[in-house]
Structures are given as structure tokens and as C-alpha cells.
């Protein structure tokens, strides 16, 4: 009875806000709740299902901090490492002492090539550097690589996709690898992630959904043109909702790391009960731990997805729409 009430109000949810996704919700052993709603392609009416592919923007930035957590147990790399000792690609305004840890935490000072305090909309950053150009890590270095430091490292929390752009830098140097082929081998493969991967927007799989940017005058576009044509360490890969709470069980169960503890870890109060630790947000409530998550919005993506450690609750909500996943998130929540 509880399943076939929140099955209805996630379809009166659904129906208020035109919801486009998937979701998937598994407690202890058992699959609660899997449900798909809206189109994976609207022109042809192709309807999204259990294996369809979404895209999650930030939401992977937990897969970078995995990958360097990985290099860390196997004594390549430390998270007290120097940025300016990793990498030979020159920084010249950045401070030297930013670290591995200052770039997981957001930490580290340094320029953002997408700074909410002078832009408000992503598809301003393509306008002089055309997206269909972004295919590897190197290529974000000019949006950001001769910038000013923005404060010292470690002075202040301040939310940073360059700071992740140059973990991704710093896998590819340690590893030998290039990033999402590093993260596919060594997260996806380990964690049975079959249906999932850093897919081009230019050449996407069949079960991928095309990501929806709504106007309020009821017409749409897609979002081919409003990013970067390839994601990478600082978001874009595109999963199911299914194949992220097989990551979560990974990830929980020590497959992909010995000590997942170091990434569970609240290195930086944000604000209120909300927490950051090393490429997850945390939450607490009466100072104990109430759920790991993670989150992703892009132009034609919301994404959330968390695992609640008091219930053994994993929860994947993918839309290919700019906003909606959230919502669904809130009123999951409501019944566990």
C-alpha cells in the first residue's frame, strides 16, 4: 500500500511538472521502485524505459574523486600533492599551494571557467569558444589557465568545475590513461555499470535520451548546442538510473576503493546541515550523517541521486530536463 501511494504521487508530481526521466529507488536487497516517465526522443516518440541512458552533469564528479582516491591507495599520488609538482602544464596566477585536496573540496581558489558571479546562463561560455571543440580535458585549459586566483587556497568553500578539470588532468598524468577511458575501466566496468560511458553528443548510443531545454512560450531545443560536445572529469557521463545504484553498492561495498571512508568524510561545512567531502555532499541531520548525495544540472539535464546509510537506501532520479529531478527526490525522501 505505501509503494502504490508514493507510485501515485510521483505520477500527480509528474503531472504537475511534466517530469522526463527515470527512477529507481532499491532498499537493502530489494528493486522498491522503478518507474520511467516522458520522452528519450520526442520528435519520434521514442519513450524513456528502464535502460535508458541520461545525462548527469555534475553528478560524476564523484567518479573523479574516486579515480584520484584510487591513485592514492596505490601510492601515486597523495592528497597532500602540489599541484605545481603533478602537472607540467603551466598555471602562471595560480597560488603553489594548492593541493589535491584544495581542488576536491572546491577549495582551492583558482578561476572557474563558468563563474556564476559573471555569467547565470552555460551557453554564454560557447559563444567565443564553440563547444563542438571541447572533446578532451586540455581542451577547457584556455577558459580558465591564465586567470587570476580568485582567494588562497583553503580559505573558503566555493563551488569549482576547473578544479575538477584538472583532477581529471592529474589522473591522465598519473595513470597513463585518458580520463574517461581510465574511469571506465576502473569505476564503471568494476561497479557492472554495462549501459553507461562518456558518450559524444555527436554520436550518442541507442537508449540515450536527448536532453530537453523547455521555453515558457511551450516550444523546446535541444541541448546539443549548450555543451561541451564530450563530458569529462568535471561532469557529462551519461548512465542509468539503475546502473547508478549499482555504482552506489560498489562504492558502499569497498569494491571500487579499500577505504571509502576518506571520500565520506565532511572536510567543508557549506552551509546549515550540508556538508562536502571529497566529490560528495553530505548531509546531517541532529549532527548525525542522513544521507550522501549527489547532484547534476546541466541545459537539458537534472540529476540526483544519494544513499541514505540509516535506511540502506540508494535512489537515482535522471531527467532530461533542465529541472524536475528534484522534486521527485523531495517526495522519495518523504517515504523512507
Not at 580559505?155 to 595513470?175: D, H, P
Amino acid at each position: 500500500m505505501v509503494m502504490d501511494n508514493l507510485t501515485n504521487q510521483l505520477k500527480k508530481i509528474q503531472t504537475e511538472n511534466q517530469f522526463s526521466g527515470s527512477i529507481f529507488l532499491k532498499q537493502d536487497e530489494s528493486a522498491h521502485l522503478q518507474a520511467s516517465f516522458g520522452y528519450a526522443n520526442r520528435v519520434d516518440s521514442i519513450l524513456n524505459e528502464k535502460q535508458t541512458r541520461f545525462g548527469i552533469a555534475s553528478g560524476c564528479k564523484l567518479f573523479t574523486a574516486v579515480a584520484i582516491a584510487q591513485l592514492v591507495e596505490a601510492g601515486n599520488l597523495s592528497f597532500d600533492t602540489l599541484l605545481r609538482d603533478v602537472l607540467d602544464i603551466s598555471f602562471p596566477d595560480f597560488h603553489e599551494g594548492v593541493t589535491v585536496h584544495h581542488l576536491l573540496t572546491h577549495t582551492s581558489g583558482i578561476p572557474d571557467y563558468f563563474d556564476e558571479e559573471i555569467m547565470d546562463d552555460f551557453e554564454e561560455l560557447w559563444i567565443k569558444t564553440p563547444m563542438y571543440h571541447i572533446r578532451r580535458l586540455h581542451d577547457f585549459l584556455p577558459l580558465f589557465q591564465k586567470e587570476q586566483q580568485k582567494f588562497k587556497p583553503g580559505e573558503k568553500f566555493y563551488y569549482n568545475n576547473a578544479g575538477y578539470i584538472v583532477l581529471g588532468l592529474i589522473v591522465e598524468k598519473v595513470s597513463g590513461m585518458v580520463f574517461i577511458d581510465y574511469v571506465q575501466q576502473n569505476i564503471m566496468d568494476k561497479a557492472g555499470m554495462r549501459n553507461s560511458g562518456y558518450f559524444a553528443l555527436d554520436a550518442l548510443p541507442t537508449k540515450t535520451a536527448i536532453g530537453y531545454i523547455d521555453h515558457e512560450d511551450g516550444t523546446w531545443k535541444t541541448n546539443m548546442y549548450s555543451l561541451p560536445v564530450q563530458g569529462g572529469s568535471d561532469g557529462g557521463a551519461f548512465v542509468t538510473a539503475e546502473d547508478m545504484v549499482l555504482f552506489w553498492e560498489a562504492f558502499i561495498q569497498d569494491k571500487l576503493l579499500n577505504d571509502k571512508t576518506i571520500l565520506l568524510t565532511p572536510q567543508v561545512h557549506e552551509e546549515n546541515d550540508s556538508y562536502y567531502g571529497y566529490g560528495i555532499w553530505i548531509e546531517k541531520q541532529e549532527n548525525e550523517i542522513y544521507k550522501y548525495h549527489v547532484m547534476g544540472y546541466d541545459p537539458g539535464v537534472s540529476f540526483h541521486s544519494a544513499y541514505y546509510p540509516h535506511k540502506n537506501v540508494i535512489v537515482a532520479v535522471c531527467s532530461n530536463k533542465s529541472k524536475g529531478a528534484y522534486a521527485m527526490m523531495l517526495e522519495l525522501e518523504k517515504s523512507y
